[in-house]
């Protein structure tokens, strides 16, 4: 038995579950699949315990699909983006640069959540949905796509047609394996250690990016934990520095904290797993197949700096909802994936060269280059209209 439907999801990642709750808020049926059920705290041993920040276009989209109310109250705001230059000969600030949402907007920068909270908060959104299904536990063991129909062969042994199929299964992606679609990748020899921790200093809505070498360490605002000020940390390092400070005791580990730190927030305490994560930038070859579109990860992955990941594949998910909501009798089609393809890959290759040379910005290692750094961060800084233009260039506006 073949079951149908407007849109199969292949991905119940956070893209994945937005994709689903924008899509179902427009009426489509739509079914979202994804191996992993959705983590309740984290605590569990499966928990994503990244941070994601959703940026003002990012919050207008969930807004209007009917899913900000739901995160709003577990949101943080970002008012100011704190960018501190640590590399001088010693790991201490030699120059510090606020760029303040007020300058440009009456609205913080965005606002941030935990990852494992925003999949589960999703999760039971979308139970609210008429039309909209999760079926967690259940993956794509196969895929025919055709011009008239995505047919999927599920983990389960069901068979699914849809209109349109979307892929938003990750950065290793089985929907574009399965439509022949290749991957450029680009391996910056990092790893990312991400956890929480708290500390004694308020964050005062700060998200505070320090640069050194090896890649960005940055502090990323949380809500309180247990009445002390909480933050997301992103600590970006060669591969095996990320793996020798892993493997460090939790003592040992919180002295190496404080030094990154820069003490900006006191002494940190760890309070949560420190899972390692390989940085690499991937872009997709392209981004539709037969009735079939790719989104998110599966379409391009970033490295975490500047809130942009995240944030790059909710424009992919508004712009196929806009172009299924202007004509729903089209979804699926071929003119409608090439009017998707070409609106978003322009946009995809420009943020993938900006954050490819941020990222190697902040890997150098020789002095000069870390001073011409911090020259170039002073330079945007210190004039108004340049700060102003890279504040709406980071958030996508203007």
């Known amino acids: 038995m073949t079951e149908t439907?407007?849109?199969?999801?292949?991905?119940?990642?956070?893209?994945?579950?937005?994709?689903?709750?924008?899509?179902?808020?427009?009426?489509?049926?739509?079914?979202?699949?994804?191996?992993?059920?959705?983590?309740?705290?984290?605590?569990?041993?499966?928990?994503?315990?990244?941070?994601?920040?959703?940026l003002q276009p990012s919050v207008r989209l969930l807004d209007e699909i009917g899913l900000w109310p739901r995160l709003a109250?577990?949101?943080?705001?970002?008012?100011?983006?704190?960018?501190?230059?640590?590399?001088?000969?010693?790991?201490?600030?030699?120059?510090?640069?606020?760029?303040?949402?007020?300058e440009i907007s009456d609205q913080p920068f965005g606002w941030n959540l935990p990852n494992w909270l925003l999949r589960r908060e999703i999760a039971a959104h979308l139970e609210t949905l008429t039309g909209t299904r999760f079926r967690p536990g259940c993956g794509l063991a196969g895929l025919l796509a055709r011009e008239t129909e995505a047919r999927a062969r599920l983990s389960d042994g069901t068979t699914v047609s849809a209109r349109l199929l979307v892929g938003a299964d990750g950065r290793d992606s089985a929907v574009r394996t399965a439509l022949g679609i290749g991957a450029r990748t680009c391996r910056y020899g990092q790893k990312a250690l991400v956890f929480a921790v708290t500390h004694p200093i308020p964050h005062g809505n700060v998200s505070t990016e320090i640069h050194r070498s090896g890649g960005p360490f940055t502090l990323v605002p949380l809500?309180?934990?247990?009445?002390?000020?909480?933050?997301?940390?992103?600590?970006?390092?060669?591969?095996?520095e990320a793996m020798?400070?892993?493997a460090l005791p939790a003592p040992a580990f919180e002295a190496e904290l404080a030094r990154r730190s820069c003490g900006l927030l006191g002494p940190l305490t760890l309070i949560t797993r420190r899972p390692v994560w390989p940085i690499i930038a991937r872009h997709a070859d392209r981004l539709?197949?037969?009735?079939?579109?790719?989104?998110?990860?599966?379409?391009?992955?970033?490295?975490?700096?500047?809130?942009?990941?995240?944030?790059?594949?909710?424009?992919d998910i508004r712009t196929l909802r806009d172009l299924a909501v202007a004509d729903p009798d089209a979804l699926g089609?071929?003119?409608?994936?090439?009017?998707?393809?070409?609106?978003?890959?322009?946009?995809?290759?420009?943020?993938?060269a900006g954050i490819d040379l941020l990222n190697r910005a902040s890997m150098l290692a020789p002095q000069p280059l870390r001073d011409l750094r911090a020259a170039g961060l002073s330079a945007i800084h210190g004039i108004a209209p340049l700060r102003r233009l890279a504040m709406k260039a980071g958030l996508g506006i203007g």
């Open 288 to 315: 539709t197949g037969p009735r079939s579109a790719l989104v998110a990860e599966a379409a391009h992955v970033v490295p975490p700096i500047g809130a942009q990941g995240l944030n790059m594949s909710l424009a």
């Open 223 to 240: 809500p309180d934990r247990d009445g002390l000020p909480c933050s997301a940390v992103v600590w970006m390092e060669t591969g095996p």
């Open 5 to 54: 439907t407007d849109i199969l999801i292949s991905g119940g990642g956070i893209a994945g579950l937005i994709a689903a709750a924008a899509f179902g808020a427009a009426g489509f049926a739509t079914l979202v699949v994804d191996p992993a059920p959705p983590a309740s705290s984290d605590a569990d041993p499966d928990a994503d315990l990244r941070s994601t920040a959703f």
């Open 333 to 352: 089609s071929a003119g409608m994936l090439a009017a998707y393809a070409r609106a978003r890959a322009p946009e995809i290759r420009a943020r993938l």
């Open 244 to 246: 020798r400070l892993a």
């Open 73 to 102: 109250p577990h949101a943080t705001p970002l008012q100011v983006m704190r960018i501190v230059d640590a590399g001088g000969p010693a790991p201490e600030p030699r120059a510090i640069r606020d760029f303040d949402a007020a």
